[in-house]
T-cell receptor, first 115, second 110 residues
């Protein structure tokens, strides 16, 4: 079975540009999570969806960040306008059932560099 | 929110030796998960512990959940170069979230 698929794998862009990260969860999984990983702050949950509905976006840094899940097989994380401090690895993960007792399956991540 | 603290943050381990990494919480946990992230890779689920005092083994890896369900440990015997990476523990917190620790970065010395 295919795992969580993220694109692009790498993104380098100049500050002020719009960045869109994409994620395809594992088929049948009903939870989708977006994380950001940096050396300083570790792995941070940005937002998660259950059955395509955003449940908790308290981790989204500010209004420049937005996430959507138009259907069960696709989600996007958008940063507009991007800033150098947004440089990080962004992971998408999915799980079947609640994270309380189900493992999360991570994609390979998008390594984002904002110049 | 729930926080899990991992110690140590970094370890250098000689190949062939054993090591342990710890995960602590100030509150009782319903369960705890362990993940491993190889350098340049993504977190990969290893195991979940649910019961008080539970011990689970995966080859050279032994996972333990404390009796009070406030701490957990991962012990690796006969370390190999393939054990290099960062080991994370994660515990549920409110609203169906998983709170990840900062991780224990392990470097294996050949």
């Amino acid at each position: 079975d295919a795992g969580v698929i993220q694109s692009p794998r790498h993104e380098v862009t100049e500050m002020g540009q719009e960045v869109t990260l994409r994620c395809k969860p594992i088929s049948g999984h009903d939870y989708l999570f977006w994380y950001r990983q940096t050396m300083m702050r570790g792995l941070e949950l940005l937002i998660y969806f259950n059955n395509n509905v955003p449940i908790d976006d308290s981790g989204m840094p500010e209004d420049r960040f937005s996430a959507k899940m138009p259907n069960a097989s696709f989600s996007t994380l958008k940063i507009q306008p991007s800033e150098p401090r947004d440089s990080a690895v962004y992971f998408c993960a999915s799980s079947l059932g609640s994270s309380y007792d189900q493992p999360q399956h991570f994609g390979d991540g998008t390594r984002l560099s904002i110049l | 929110g729930q926080q899990v603290m991992q110690i140590p943050q970094y370890q250098h381990v000689q190949e062939g030796e054993d090591f342990t990494t710890y995960c602590n919480s100030s509150t009782t946990l319903s369960n705890i998960q362990w993940y491993k992230q190889r350098p340049g890779g993504h977190p990969v689920f290893l195991i979940q512990l649910v019961k008080s005092g539970e011990v689970k083994k995966q080859k050279r890896l032994t996972f333990q959940f404390g009796e009070a369900k406030k701490n957990s440990s991962l012990h690796i015997t006969a370390t190999q170069t393939t054990d290099v990476g960062t080991y994370f523990c994660a515990a549920p917190e409110g609203n169906n979230r998983l709170a990840f620790g900062k991780g224990n970065q392990v470097v294996v010395i050949p």
